[in-house]
T-cell receptor
Framework: AQSVTQPDIHITVSEGASLELRCNYS??????LFWYVQSPGQGLQLLLK??????LVQGIKGFEAEFKRSQSSFNLRKPSVHWSDAAEYFC???????????FGTGTRLQVTL | DGGITQSPKYLFRKEGQNVTLSCEQN?????MYWYRQDPGQGLRLIYY???????QKGDIAEGYSVSREKKESFPLTVTSAQKNPTAFYLC??????????????FGPGTRLTVT
C-alpha cells in the first residue's frame, strides 16, 4: 500500500535562514507528488507539484522541491524563510485513477525573528 | 472568483444528532472529496465522487454519508454512528480529465465539535 512519511513533526528556523522539509513516499508505480501549506484553521493551498520531467520543480512563494526516485523522496526547500511562512506543510501522493491523495502527517514550521 | 465554499466555518452539535456539512464549488470540477483532519494525523479520505450520482467510500467512511445530486455540491452527513466526530473537515475538488494528473483544490474547512 502507498504511504507518505514526513519525519519531522516540528521545525523551527530563524527568519532569513534556509529551510528543507523532508518527505518520503512508498508507492509501486509512478508517483505524482504535491506539497500543500495550511495556515491555522484554514484550508490547504497547493505550493507545487511533480508529475514528470524535470526533477526540480518550482512553486509559489519561492518554494522548490526536488524529486529523487532513488531515495523515494520529495523534499521541499526555500533559500530564505520569511516569518509569514510559519504554517503546517503537507506532502501528498496521488494514486489511482480516482486521483486519491495520501497525505503525510505534516510538519509544523515555526519561524523565529 | 471561482472556488470552494464550505459552510458553516464552526459547527456545534450534541452527541447523538446527525449533522450535515455543506460543500459547494463553482470550478466546474467533476470530482469532489471529503477529508477529515485530526491533530498529528494528516488528512484522511472519507468519501469521494467522480461524477454526479456516483460516490465511493474512502479510508474512513464508517459513520458518514454523502450525496452527489448536483455537480456543484457534495454534502457530508456525520451520523450518530460516528464514534469520534469532533474534527476539522475539508472538502476538495479536481478536474477529471482522462490521461492527465489533476491536482485537488481545497475549501476553507468546517470545524465540527460534538459534545
Amino acid at each position: 500500500a502507498q504511504s507518505v512519511t514526513q519525519p519531522d513533526i516540528h521545525i523551527t528556523v530563524s527568519e532569513g535562514a534556509s529551510l528543507e522539509l523532508r518527505c518520503n513516499y512508498s508507492y509501486g508505480a509512478t508517483p505524482y507528488l504535491f506539497w500543500y501549506v495550511q495556515s491555522p484553521g484554514q484550508g490547504l493551498q497547493l505550493l507545487l507539484k511533480y508529475f514528470s520531467g524535470d526533477t526540480l520543480v518550482q512553486g509559489i512563494k519561492g518554494f522548490e522541491a526536488e524529486f529523487k526516485r532513488s531515495q523515494s523522496s520529495f523534499n521541499l526547500r526555500k533559500p530564505s524563510v520569511h516569518w509569514s511562512d510559519a504554517a503546517e506543510y503537507f506532502c501528498a501522493l496521488l494514486t489511482g485513477t480516482a486521483s486519491k491523495l495520501t497525505f503525510g502527517t505534516g510538519t509544523r514550521l515555526q519561524v523565529t525573528l | 472568483d471561482g472556488g470552494i465554499t464550505q459552510s458553516p466555518k464552526y459547527l456545534f452539535r450534541k452527541e447523538g444528532q446527525n449533522v450535515t456539512l455543506s460543500c459547494e464549488q463553482n470550478l466546474n470540477h467533476d470530482a469532489m472529496y471529503w477529508y477529515r483532519q485530526d491533530p498529528g494525523q494528516g488528512l484522511r479520505l472519507i468519501y469521494y465522487s467522480q461524477i454526479v450520482n456516483d460516490f465511493q467510500k474512502g479510508d474512513i467512511a464508517e459513520g458518514y454519508s454523502v450525496s452527489r445530486e448536483k455537480k456543484e455540491s457534495f454534502p457530508l452527513t456525520v451520523t450518530s454512528a460516528q464514534k469520534n466526530p469532533t474534527a476539522f473537515y475539508l472538502c476538495a475538488s479536481s478536474r477529471r480529465l482522462a490521461g492527465i494528473v489533476n491536482e485537488q483544490y481545497f475549501g476553507p474547512g468546517t470545524r465540527l465539535t460534538v459534545t
